[in-house]
């Protein structure tokens, strides 16, 4: 005679349950049999679908210079030297330097020595730019303007890579550069904005000379916070002539001892 009592799939729960609930990370998924439990499969499918999105997702260069033109600042539209996304990627070092044609243009539009330039890249998400780019900048411009600091108009730039703001830098004569950029993806992660801050930028420069402010969204670093930090970097890489390891990031003890001042807007 068959047995017709259905079989039971029984989800045994991790212990450290509890402290899923403070981080997106991927821990206490729980067990069913020597797997994971069915949902955590497909939340894990899924996540990673949204990261391959996001490097791949085209990006909107004209609706972020849209939404920066609303903030009430001047944009310019630069190209890398890769000529599309798959060769992007592959060529890594075709997105650290401008095309011909956007050399040429910056050459003819900079006005001269600046304190800084700002340089929106899509980066590896352009999902991350697309949601965090507006919001940080909103954000960052009270800082820019209580502390007086000449800008050139913001430069938006496709298939760029960091130190492709080097270049737009020197172009620019800028004493520092800001380069907004999408981080590479996580898998709980895929809007994550980076921004890396460079002194005296100019080709050749490296990854040790640069300030990395990492993390800007939603469930990270507030666009708030993101802005005070980077304002904190700036004023101090101007006095002290350097960026890089050389030059720590001290602004949080400034929150812990509940001195850091608010922007004033002009």
């Known amino acids: ?49 949204q990261a391959r999105d996001a490097v ?33 990627l592959r060529r890594p070092d075709l997105g650290r330097k401008l095309s011909a044609e956007s050399r040429d243009m910056l050459k003819v539009r900079n006005g001269g020595p600046v304190d800084l330039v700002i340089v929106v890249a899509d980066g590896l998400s352009s999902t991350a730019v697309h949601v965090q780019a507006v919001p940080f900048l909103a954000a960052f411009k009270g800082w820019i303007a209580e502390a007086g600091w000449s800008l050139a108009p913001i430069v938006v730039a496709s298939q760029a890579r960091v130190a492709l703001g080097d270049e737009v830098g020197e172009l620019f004569k800028a004493r520092a550069v800001a380069v907004l950029i999408g981080e590479r993806p996580g898998l709980s992660s895929p809007d994550s904005l980076g921004l890396y801050l460079t002194f005296a930028p100019k080709v050749g420069r490296s990854d040790a000379e640069r300030n990395c402010i990492s993390n800007v969204r939603g469930e990270g670093l507030s666009h708030e916070h993101a802005a005070f930090k980077l304002a904190w970097l700036l004023r101090e890489a101007l006095v002290r002539q350097l960026t890089g390891v050389n030059l720590k990031d001290e602004s949080d003890l400034l929150l812990v001892e509940g001195r850091a001042p608010a922007p004033r807007l002009r």
């Open 56 to 88: 791949h997702t085209q990006f909107d260069a004209d609706a972020v210079e849209m939404g920066v033109a609303g903030l009430g600042l001047e944009t310019l539209h630069v190209a890398s030297a890769a000529p599309a996304r798959d060769a992007y």
């Open 1 to 49: 005679m068959s047995d017709d009592t259905p079989a039971v799939t029984y989800v045994l729960k991790d212990s450290w349950r509890k402290l899923a609930s403070m981080t997106p990370a991927r821990i206490a998924l729980g067990r069913a049999g020597s797997g994971l439990p069915t949902g955590e499969v497909l939340r894990f499918a899924l996540a990673h679908a």
